[in-house]
């Protein structure tokens, strides 16, 4: 991957419906030259796929609340057993094997503190092998509204 496909994928995530016109002018490729990269990059899972970012406040103000999750033992089969378990649990939408202090890192979308308290209770410390919780609430999420360059 060279610099015109990291400055692809950096446009890309900017603004994801950008044309292909606009996105091969801005790297400075032929619109056919330009295509031909991202479906080099979609094959070679570099893009996995698209998605839309949504205002929370459009979703009836979900709140994003960051779980650090420490498990018993780091096996194999520990690892196993919690990564099976969480992706049953829709309200846990993303779920991340970390290095550092805690196992893994989870986002969990609840519409209150109330909801939150009930996932807490009836999913988080229910998972297998689950030692520790550390969650924290987030106040905004920064990257769902990037800022746009000066034209």
Request: with cysteine.
């Amino acid at each position: 991957m060279d610099s015109i496909d990291q400055n692809i994928l950096r446009l890309l995530r900017l603004d994801a419906r950008m044309s292909n016109a606009k996105l091969a002018e801005e790297v400075g490729l032929s619109p056919s030259a330009c295509l031909r990269r991202i479906r080099l990059l979609e094959r070679g899972g570099v893009i996995r796929g698209y998605t839309v970012i949504t205002d929370h406040s459009a979703r009836d103000s979900m709140i994003a609340v960051i779980v650090n999750i420490t498990l018993e033992r780091q096996t194999e089969d520990y690892l196993k057993r919690f990564e099976v378990a969480v992706r049953r649990h829709p309200e846990i939408r993303e779920c991340y094997l970390m290095t550092g202090g805690s196992d893994y890192l989870l986002q969990v979308e609840v519409e209150n503190a109330a909801e939150f308290e009930r996932v807490h209770t009836d999913v988080l410390s229910t998972l297998p092998g689950v030692l520790r919780i550390h969650s924290s609430f987030a106040i905004r999420n920064v990257m769902a509204n990037p800022v746009r360059r000066a034209r």
